[in-house]
C-alpha cells in the first residue's frame, strides 16, 4: 500500500504533486488521488511529497514535518574549491572518525540517485581500527594461501607482492594503514549496481571531505576481492546476490595539502 494521504485543510490544490509524478499515477479531482489500478506503478521517489509547497500529502507512511526543508545550498565558489582541491590519502593520521559523525555522513551518502530508484544500496563499513587492523591480517594471509595452492590468476599475481612486502617489511600497500574501509555493495536484481554504488561513494568522498577526512579509492583491493579472494566479501556479511564497486579507504589525512593540482589537456567535447 502507498498509503497516499492528503491533508484537505492544507492542500491548495495546485497541481504540482499531478505534474511532478513521473509514472503520471496521480490525479486531481476534489483533491490529488492516486489512479485507478496504478499503485504497483509508483516508483516510491516521493516527488510528490518533496514538491508539496504546503506539506498537505503524505505517501509511503512519510510525514512531511520530517523532512529537510530547502533552505540555502552551498555556494558555486566552495563546492568549486571542494572538488578541486580534494586529494587521493595515502597517509592518514592515528585518529578514528568519531562514529556518530560517521554514521551522519553514511546516512546522508544513501540519499544518492540509484538507478529506477530501486535504493538497494547497502554501505559496508569497518569503522575502528581494530577489527581492520584484523581484516588486513585475513586478507593477506588469504593472498598468501592462494598463492601457495596456485589459484591466482596471473593478471593478478602482482598482488602477492604486496602480501611479502607486508609480511617481511610490515609496509601496507593494500589498506595504507587507513583506520576505516567502506565497501559499496547493490543487489544485482538492479539495472546498473556498480554506478549506484560509485555513485553513492562519491557523495560519501565529498561529505567526508568537508569534515577532513581523507579518502582513497582502492583498486588494488578490489581486485583482490573480484579475482584473488571473493570469499572474503562472505567474511565481511556482504551478499553474494551484490555487486561491488571500488572500495574506500577513509581517515583523517597524516599530510595537509595546500593547494589543488592544475589539469592539463581539454577533455571536454563540444557536440555540434
Known sequence: MLEFKIDQEKCIKCGLCVNECPVSIIALKDFPVIKDNKENACLKCQHCLAV???????????DP??????????????????????????????????????????????????????????????????????FKELTYNTIKKHEENGTIPEKYLYVTKFQKVWEKKGIDILFRDAPHLLIASTSNATNLPKTDGTIALSYFELLANTNNIGTLWDGFLYWVFKYVAPELLEEL??????????????????????RSIQLEGEHINTIK
Open 237 to 258: 556479511g556482504i551478499p553474494k546476490d551484490h555487486t561491488i564497486c571500488m572500495p574506500l579507504l577513509f581517515g583523517y589525512s597524516a599530510t595537509k595539502y595546500k
Open 65 to 134: 514535518k520530517d523532512s529537510i526543508s530547502l533552505g540555502e545550498l552551498p555556494e558555486h565558489d566552495k563546492m568549486v574549491r571542494l572538488i578541486k582541491t580534494r586529494r587521493t590519502i595515502r597517509k592518514y593520521a592515528n585518529k578514528e572518525v568519531n562514529k556518530e559523525l560517521l554514521y551522519n555522513i553514511l546516512d546522508t551518502a544513501l540519499y544518492a540517485p540509484t538507478s529506477h530508484n530501486k535504493n538497494s544500496i547497502i554501505f559496508n563499513v569497518i569503522d575502528n581500527r581494530e577489527r581492520l587492523n584484523k
Open 52 to 62: 508539496c509547497p504546503t506539506g498537505a500529502l503524505s505517501i509511503l507512511g512519510k
